[in-house]
């Protein structure tokens, strides 16, 4: 299992190993929500692979990744840690950088804040700066993983049209349903038109989102497993609390 190269708020780490055991057969696996993509780096490969986020920063990092996975890694050795740094990279204007200039950014901004969210430099006492920034062993593993994976950047309903096909697999983990922190706003409206898609695809899929009332409401009728994780995206000790969490599918 390969761990991904950066973290993102809601990564399946702990959960990986129970949703891979859950994926069924399949030739083509589709990851509409990819994030950090600890799923897919855990999984044996499938025939047709395809990963998808809406954040352009994230796919521009794979895409350099598949092209150009040498030069960031010369790049990456090169940075430090450092609340200035962070805070030029924060504040510089994208369009000034090249597309691997942008992905090294990303990666910088996102080891060396709190919760992995890009907004405030992290730092603390008892743990040494972002190991992630220099360590660079796994990235021609990584490289070689997308090498025959499509990476998409649409909203996760065209993906949904483009690749839905009875031999088709998706992962779905957006968002969750009113919980803080998350960049993007997934609103109640996002949430239940990918429920409207999901009701009727061709292929299978599983599901993971908080547990919630109303999104137990929403998927009445489907299969509803749940689990237990422990997450801590808060400083203080009262935000680290276990979470329990919805794996759902539709066989
Ligand atoms: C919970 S994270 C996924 C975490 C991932 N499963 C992992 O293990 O790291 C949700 C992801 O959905 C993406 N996202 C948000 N809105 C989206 C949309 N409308 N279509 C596709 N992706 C979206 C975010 O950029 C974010 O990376």
Redesign the pocket.
């Known amino acids: 299992m390969l761990k ?1 190269l950066i ?7 702990k959960l ?1 190993k129970t949703i891979i055991g859950m994926i069924p057969e399949h030739s083509c696996y589709v ?9 897919y780096f855990g999984k044996e490969k499938s025939k047709v692979e395809v990963i ?4 352009r920063e ?1 796919v521009n990092l794979f895409k350099m990744l598949k092209y150009h996975a040498e030069e960031v890694r010369r790049l990456m050795t090169y940075e430090i840690c450092s609340r200035d740094i962070f805070s030029e990279y924060k504040n510089i204007d994208i369009n000034s950088l090249t597309d691997i200039q942008r992905a090294i950014r990303f990666i910088y901004l996102l080891s060396q804040s709190f919760a992995s969210k890009g907004d405030n430099f992290g730092y603390g006492t008892t743990g040494m700066p972002g190991p992630q920034i220099f360590n660079t062993e796994n990235l021609l593993k990584i490289k070689e993983r997308l090498r025959n994976t499509y990476i998409e950047n ?4 065209e ?1 949904i049209k483009k690749y839905d096909r009875p031999h088709t697999f998706f ?1 779905c ?4 349903f009113e919980t803080k922190g ?3 706003k ?1 609103t109640e409206e ?1 949430h239940i038109k990918l429920r409207d898609l999901l009701r009727n695809v061709e292929g299978k899929f599983i599901l ?1 989102i908080n547990d919630h009332k109303q999104v137990r409401e929403w998927y009445k009728g489907f299969n509803i497993i749940e689990a237990e994780v422990g997450y801590s995206v808060c400083k203080d000790n009262k935000g680290r609390r276990k979470f329990k969490e919805l794996i759902i599918t539709n066989y």
């Not at 973290?7 to 780490?13: A, E, F, L, N, P």
């Not at 983990?173 to 969750?176: K, L, N, Q, S, T």
């Open positions: 991904p973290s993102r708020m809601g990564g399946k780490s990986r990851e509409l929500f990819f994030g950090a993509g600890w799923v998808n986020d809406i954040d994230l649409l909203n996760f309903e993906i992962f983990d957006p968002p969750y998350y960049k993007d997934f996002y993971t």
